[in-house]
T-cell receptor, first 113, second 116 residues
Framework: AQSVAQPEDQVNVAEGNPLTVKCTYS??????LFWYVQYPNRGLQFLLK??????LVKGSYGFEAEFNKSQTSFHLKKPSALVSDSALYFC???????????FGAGTRLTVKP | DGGITQSPKYLFRKEGQNVTLSCEQN?????MYWYRQDPGQGLRLIYY???????QKGDIAEGYSVSREKKESFPLTVTSAQKNPTAFYLC???????????????FGEGSRLTVL
């Protein structure tokens, strides 16, 4: 079955600095990759996804992610972090042969003023 | 407005009791999912359903049961056989059936179950 790993439990950045939240995946065949964000005691909100085509995917709130097949990675990035970006971020993968989506353990992003 | 509604938001249960969490969607999505969220463990898949009257076990189905009698509804029952049921439960849906897994999930606001 497919899986993702988020190697960092926590990422801290200063407001205005660029941010990166890391994700690596494991799946047979070509993957569908997703990023979601969760605010306290809420459901997850979709940010962006990679299906096919351009390796750089742009999503909501100025976030983007780069698909790297050779490194099996899909890191989330933003050029300039905001305090309001502070939340829990999840990477997820879905295989092309089944529809069950698997999530990473999550990375807590804290942006300090 | 279209979306997913989970109820109740908070639920307390005594040990040995079964409880049912409701999940309703009006997005006309074929696929629906139940995840369990525990601190530091991310989301773990309990059950999912790609079509009415059909569902599959996820990674942690033991102690849970589901039904899918209507497209809009996918209730989850936490039975007394679930050894550690205190958690945050999330329901989601997608149109993945048509898009072969490429559809993003739409989540409800979650139900927090506490066993006393």
């Amino acid at each position: 079955a497919q899986s993702v790993a988020q190697p960092e439990d926590q990422v801290n950045v200063a407001e205005g600095n660029p941010l990166t939240v890391k994700c690596t995946y494991s799946v047979s065949g070509n993957p569908y990759l997703f990023w979601y964000v969760q605010y306290p005691n809420r459901g997850l909100q979709f940010l962006l996804k990679y299906i096919t085509g351009d390796n750089l995917v742009k999503g909501s709130y100025g976030f983007e992610a780069e698909f790297n097949k050779s490194q099996t990675s899909f890191h989330l990035k933003k050029p300039s972090a905001l305090v309001s970006d502070s939340a829990l971020y999840f990477c997820a993968v879905s295989g092309r042969e089944n529809n069950d989506m698997r999530f990473g353990a999550g990375t807590r992003l804290t942006v300090k003023p | 407005d279209g979306g997913i509604t989970q109820s109740p938001k908070y639920l307390f249960r005594k040990e040995g009791q079964n409880v049912t969490l409701s999940c309703e969607q009006n997005l006309n999505h074929d696929a629906m999912y139940w995840y369990r969220q525990d601190p530091g463990q991310g989301l773990r898949l309990i059950y999912y359903s790609q079509i009415v009257n059909d569902f599959q076990k996820g990674d942690i189905a033991e102690g849970y049961s589901v039904s899918r009698e209507k497209k809009e509804s996918f209730p989850l029952t936490v039975t007394s056989a679930q050894k550690n049921p205190t958690a945050f439960y999330l329901c989601a849906s997608s149109n993945a059936w048509e898009l072969s897994g490429s559809g993003e999930l739409f989540f409800g606001e979650g139900s927090r179950l506490t066993v006393l």
